[in-house]
């Protein structure tokens, strides 16, 4: 790892979009858009430094468009399975997984990286 890698930040995009019953239910693909579209402003609130913003989709959210600041990853099965590659691939590279998904948490951990729940990106 080069001390100039950024932070790599995967956020749980069904996780993060469900922790709050706001409708998001109605339209998943527009709340997850709403989601990288307020993370591509804010980045990682409290946060300094560098980071690099990874919103994996999967189901209904699927195809939603990366935009400058936020990587979005469609997942072609399971969400968590794609995190889960995603941080097995960051070696030796800070990760921080944004998920209150249990055993999510769990498999990246083993894996190394930080967790933390949905207000990290998201206001309750």
Do not use: K, Y
Request: aromatic fraction near 2%; glycine fraction near 12%; hydrophobic fraction near 45%.
């Amino acid at each position: 790892m080069a001390d100039s890698d950024p932070l790599l930040v995967i956020v749980d995009a069904a996780n993060v979009v469900g922790s709050v019953p706001d409708g998001w239910w109605r339209d998943r693909r527009g709340a997850a858009e709403r989601l990288r579209d307020r993370l591509a402003a804010d980045g990682l609130p409290g946060r300094s430094g560098p980071v690099e913003i990874v919103l994996v989709v999967e189901g209904a959210a699927r195809g939603v468009e990366t935009v400058p600041g936020v990587r979005v990853e469609s997942a072609p099965g399971s969400g968590d399975d794609r995190m889960v590659d995603l941080v097995a691939g960051a070696v030796g590279r800070p990760v921080l997984v944004v998920t209150a998904d249990r055993e999510l948490r769990r498999r990246v951990r083993e894996l190394g990286a930080e967790v933390s729940g949905p207000r990290t990106v998201r206001p309750a």
